[in-house]
């Protein structure tokens, strides 16, 4: 059981996605973990051929607990594990070959199968996530007819939705039939009496709503309670002349359809992420030996869940992606919190993290440091300000940000530095 998270203590698995006997390799998806958080996939580490499991689905097991048995490429795996779910019967398919890493959303879509749905082959074993069982489920189609698009063929949410485009006769009881945005948390499904199929299917795993919210918080309760005993922290703040900023994003959002601007946030957190791969003692991790600083910047974004709780998954390199990019990202990564999908890098990789309460009209917010990180930016709303300068009052666009960090590795000297140098970021736009 990996950890997905400084804060995670136990997982369980809720679906596999391999089988024993198949061959895999690393980077490969192997199992959906339900942490107390979210449901992430989890890749294998290594290559290998699959020997068996050495979890049940659904039972509880601390972090670092072995949950499947490999062996070496070339070697015969080992007996079928007795504990395989019932549902899962029948010879074991040759495992197909491996597949690139996994592309990104518009690639998947071009190079997916032709919508024209396509049955099973007998005995073989429907593969899908929970999210797609539910909403075939709900649309009322049978995932045998849906075309996987995924690892080994396994059926995601996009593959059911297309199904569902392509074939608009279907029923859809208790569900919209079309129109229903991408990645939105589907709407909870009615109460039914469970066949034994489904109830092999779709283990009672996941904890309902509100067992998951208090999970949630009680977890981020822990961390936030270790941050503050464990990490001295310090805080800054300056208010940023944005002026400049809002005038570029006027400019570029003029040509551009709804669906595709750009918002202050892509600007600031690009900044922020820069700053942070410049300014010493910002972005790495505390560990027992010290100050590991990271070659790299994934920037954790806080993401407010709508059934309560708050997650931070990380825009992977977000200092080397452009503003567009880093744009497109971040309503990906914050759709996908959401939906309760993440990997396993979003949610364990993070070197810095970034929150902002703006939206809500908060002009401040000062974070607490997510163990073992050393910082933490805050970002306040922005709008426009009475602004002073050259004896001259005028007004612009301005935003509070705050810096929240670690004084076992930098002081108030470097913090400054971090945040001047977010304000100079921000003073030309155009070069981020």
């Known amino acids: 059981m990996p950890s997905l998270g400084a804060d995670m203590e ?29 449901l992430m996939d989890v ?13 049940d689905l659904a ?36 495992a197909p070959p491996p597949e690139p890493a996994a592309p990104p959303a518009e690639a998947e879509a071009a190079a997916a199968p032709p919508a024209v749905p ?77 066949t034994p199929a489904r109830a092999a299917e779709a283990p009672a795993a996941v904890a309902p709503a509100e067992g998951r919210t208090a999970s949630l918080r009680a977890s981020l309760g822990a961390l936030m309670a270790k941050s503050k ?18 005038a570029v994003l006027q400019e570029r959002n003029l040509a551009r359809p709804v669906s595709d601007r750009l918002v202050p946030a892509a600007f600031l957190l690009k900044a922020a992420a820069v700053a942070a791969k410049e300014v010493p003692g910002m972005n790495g991790y505390w560990t027992d030996h010290g100050f590991d600083p990271s070659d790299r910047v994934h920037l954790g974004v806080a993401v407010a869940l709508r059934g309560g709780g708050l997650v931070a998954p990380a825009l992977l390199d977000a200092d080397t992606l452009s503003v567009d990019e880093l744009m497109q990202k971040l309503r990906d990564l914050v759709a996908r919190a959401r939906a309760g999908r993440l990997a396993r890098t979003e949610m364990a990789s993070a070197t810095i993290t970034a929150t902002s309460l ?10 607490v440091i997510v163990p073992p990180q050393v910082a933490m930016v805050g970002l306040g709303r922005v709008a426009e300000r009475p602004w002073a300068e050259n004896g001259m009052l005028g007004v612009r666009m301005a ?27 921000l003073l030309t736009p155009e070069d981020l």
Do not use: C, N
């Open 10 to 38: 136990h997982g369980k698995v809720v679906e596999w996605l391999v089988h024993p006997g198949d061959a895999i390799h690393q980077g490969d998806l192997i199992a959906v973990v339900d942490t107390d958080k979210t």
């Open 358 to 367: 703006g939206d809500l009209g908060v002009d401040a917010v000062f974070g």
């Open 118 to 194: 396509r049955p099973t082959p007998a005995g073989r074993r429907v593969r899908s996530s929970p999210l797609a069982r539910r909403l075939a489920a709900q649309l009322g189609i049978d995932l045998a007819t849906v075309a996987g698009t995924g690892q080994q063929g396994s059926i995601s949410e996009a593959d059911v939705r297309r199904a569902a485009a392509a074939a608009p006769g279907l029923p859809a009881p208790g569900a919209p039939p079309a129109g229903l945005p991408e990645h939105a948390a589907p709407p909870p499904t009615p109460p039914q009496e469970p």
């Open 59 to 94: 039972e509880t097991v601390p972090v670092g607990t072995p949950i499947l048995s490999l062996a070496e490429p070339g070697e015969e795996a080992g007996p079928r594990d007795e504990r395989r779910p019932a549902d899962e019967g029948g010879p074991v398919p040759a």
């Open 229 to 246: 005993a464990t990490i001295p922290h310090y805080y800054l703040s300056t208010t940023l002349d944005l002026a400049r900023m809002g």
């Open 43 to 55: 890749e294998s580490f290594e290559d290998g051929v699959v020997g068996g499991y050495l979890v």
């Open 399 to 425: 935003a509070t940000a705050t810096l929240s960090a670690d004084h076992r590795v930098s002081d108030g000297l470097g913090g400054s530095r971090y945040l001047t140098r977010l304000q100079e970021l």
